[in-house]
């Protein structure tokens, strides 16, 4: 039943028949199965969507950053577009500068997504992996 909202609005927000902007989309962590999502609408129409699975609780899915908010056309390469994503004080839009390091503080950096989009970006610590501390470890108290 959610996933199926989720389809429907990313087909909304990438869709050229609708009077919405084109959207740059990066995805934090994918989710497994969905239970339930929020849309949450930040300054400058940056849309951020928090997933809820049924044994991890609320996480943020993925930001959805309007491409004319970072000055951008359909046209311009990804390679440029992530140049610019990593370097956030380029931006000219003041809310978005914010979301921006606010994305490269908390989850490092940004990276090319995998999908046939050509606005789709991840960040690095969507595919880290738990690392496992071997030996003694001090408790604290």
Do not use: C
């Not at 028949?17 to 929020?38: A, R, S």
């Amino acid at each position: 039943m959610s996933e199926d909202k989720l389809k429907e609005f990313l087909s909304k927000i990438t869709d050229s028949k609708n009077e919405l902007p084109y959207y740059l989309n990066i995805l934090v962590k994918p989710g497994k199965k969905l239970f339930d999502f929020k849309i949450k609408k930040l300054p400058s129409n940056i849309f951020k969507l928090t997933a809820h699975e049924d044994k991890s609780g609320w996480f943020v899915r993925s930001y959805h950053i309007p491409l004319d908010n970072l000055a951008l056309t359909l046209d311009s390469k990804k390679k440029e577009v992530l140049r610019l994503l990593n370097e956030p004080k380029k931006v000219f839009n003041r809310d978005t500068r914010e979301v921006l390091e606010e994305i490269s503080r908390r989850y490092e950096e940004i990276l090319q997504g995998s999908g046939t989009g050509k606005f789709n970006f991840k960040t690095s610590r969507f595919k880290k992996k738990k690392e496992f501390k071997m030996g003694v470890q001090k408790k604290g108290f």
